[in-house]
């Protein structure tokens, strides 16, 4: 149960784009639809953004895109704001039938 | 409002046992997954342990395989976690966590966490 490859960190300036990415094995991210990603600001819980590799819950906004290749799952958030700046964690189901997060990345919004 | 209050955290010594519970509300308890995911002290996030709607199923992360059991009573909207021969690695906020689906996939709900923290 590997945890799940994500860059310590990314940064982008308000009103860019960016990508993070999310590595596993045809163990999870590349054997399963169930990829998902979390917002989480400091002190605070984690919020679920993204769920089946790109769907979005209702109460999340419309700049985050989700999609996956092979083993690796990206997220994608434009028209950055400053609210943004947070930390982000990919999770996979995998064929242990358990759950492995990736180890986070933060978000700079410069 | 969808709620999940957990409690039972506190300080344990190595070797140590406590029980997490977790109240819900505002929601049918019976029809989904739960979890426990926790984050050690400026660490991220590990997923621990999950149990299907029924509680037939339950699965549990290699790191605390053998030593903690989850449970659930849906007569009671509660999920639980009993935590034996604990560790100093086991030092963190545990979250209760609600599945978008009857098994553990996706967790779209979180409490606001219980601190346990292992020390002598």
């Known amino acids: 149960q590997s945890a799940l490859t994500q860059p310590a960190s990314v940064s982008g300036s308000p009103g860019q784009s960016i990508t993070i990415s999310c590595t596993g094995t045809?163990?999870?991210?590349?054997?399963?639809?169930?990829v998902s990603w979390y917002q989480q600001h400091p002190g605070k819980a984690p919020k679920l953004i993204i769920f089946?590799?790109?769907d979005r819950p209702s109460a999340a906004s419309n700049r985050f895109f989700g999609s996956t290749s092979g083993n690796t799952a990206s997220l994608t958030i434009s028209g950055l704001q400053t609210e943004d700046e947070a930390h982000y964690y990919c999770?996979?189901?995998?064929?242990?039938?358990?759950?492995?997060f990736g180890g986070g990345t933060k978000l700079i919004v410069l | 409002e969808v709620q999940l209050v957990e409690s039972g955290g506190g300080l344990a010594q190595p070797g140590g046992s406590l029980r997490l519970s977790c109240e819900t509300s505002?929601?049918?308890?019976?029809?989904?997954?739960m979890s426990w995911v926790r984050q050690a002290p400026g660490k991220g996030l590990e997923w621990v342990s999950g149990?299907?709607?029924?509680?037939?199923?339950?699965y549990d992360a290699d790191s605390v395989r053998g030593r903690f059991t989850i449970s659930r009573d849906n007569s009671k909207n509660t999920l639980y976690l009993q935590m034996n021969s604990l560790r100093a690695e086991d030092t963190a906020v545990y979250y209760c966590?609600?599945?978008?689906?009857?098994?553990?996939?996706?967790?779209?709900?979180w409490g606001k966490g219980t601190t346990v923290t292992v020390s002598s």
């Open positions: 045809s163990s999870d991210v590349g054997r399963y639809p169930d």
């Open positions: 505002g929601f049918s308890f019976s029809i989904f997954g």
């Open positions: 149990i299907s709607d029924s509680g037939g199923s339950t």
């Open positions: 089946d590799v790109s």
């Open positions: 999770s996979s189901y995998t064929r242990s039938r358990t759950l492995v």
């Open positions: 966590t609600k599945d978008v689906s009857r098994a553990i996939t996706h967790m779209d709900v």
